[in-house]
């Protein structure tokens, strides 16, 4: 049974970095990619970037000069690291699988001093 | 980045209506196009991919079309349960996904 879920702190100062986990049970991450989407309240769905199954990336080329993505296939995590947050990227933020078939339950995260 | 574009924004429609929702993209992305379905404080689910298969457990009277460009869902008789808002994403640029903007379908 596939399974994804985010982890992470709610909120998030303003200039400061973002740090998101995403634990993947059921499927291995050595062959199966891992993408992230973010959601602003009330607003639409936006790709942020994927991890592919031999672990190059790719990012949302508005959101790339401040983004990383990595993982740890013995741990079963993906991670998302953002730099100089700013009240718009506040949002819901969701791992899935690559075909959107499987998705976590999303992490609030509020950018806000 | 190729764009999506959903129409329309809102729609409004009764019960055991034939509901049709459009997406179209800013090139052709040869069918490469998934439709998912988001309640109220849910993730999204997938009920379309390739433009036309169903995605298991998603009841028949979902369905998807199109070619090129142009892209349909359509319910063919519309749920009190199908009150949702409903996105179209390309993966044709696989490195770089895009979603369209959304169709929030309620019932009249």
């Known amino acids: 049974q596939v399974q994804l879920k985010e982890s992470g702190p709610g909120l998030v100062q303003p200039s400061q970095t973002l740090s998101l986990t995403c634990t993947v049970s059921g499927f291995s991450l050595t062959s199966n990619s891992v993408h992230w989407v973010r959601q602003p309240p009330g607003k639409g769905l936006e790709w942020v970037g994927a991890?592919?199954?031999?672990?190059?990336?790719d990012y949302n080329s508005a959101l790339k000069s401040r983004l990383s993505i990595s993982r740890d296939t013995s741990k079963s995590q993906v991670f998302l690291k953002m730099n100089s947050l700013q009240t718009e990227d506040t949002a819901i933020y969701f791992c899935t699988s690559a075909l959107g078939d499987y998705w976590g339950q999303g992490v609030m995260v509020t950018v806000s001093s | 980045d190729i764009q999506m574009t959903q129409s329309p924004s809102l729609l409004s429609a009764s019960v055991g209506d034939r509901v049709t929702l459009s997406c179209k993209a800013s090139?052709?992305?040869?069918?490469?196009l998934n439709w998912y379905q988001q309640k109220l404080g849910e993730a999204p689910k997938l009920l379309i991919y390739y433009t036309n298969s169903l995605q298991t457990g998603i009841p028949s009277r979902f369905s998807g079309s199109g070619s090129g460009t142009d892209y349909t869902l359509t319910i063919s008789s519309l749920q009190p349960e199908d009150v949702a808002t409903y996105f179209c994403q390309q993966y044709n640029s696989w490195r770089a996904l895009t979603f369209g903007s959304g169709t929030k379908l309620e019932i009249k």
């Open positions: 090139q052709n992305i040869y069918k490469y």
């Open positions: 991890i592919w199954s031999g672990g190059s990336t």
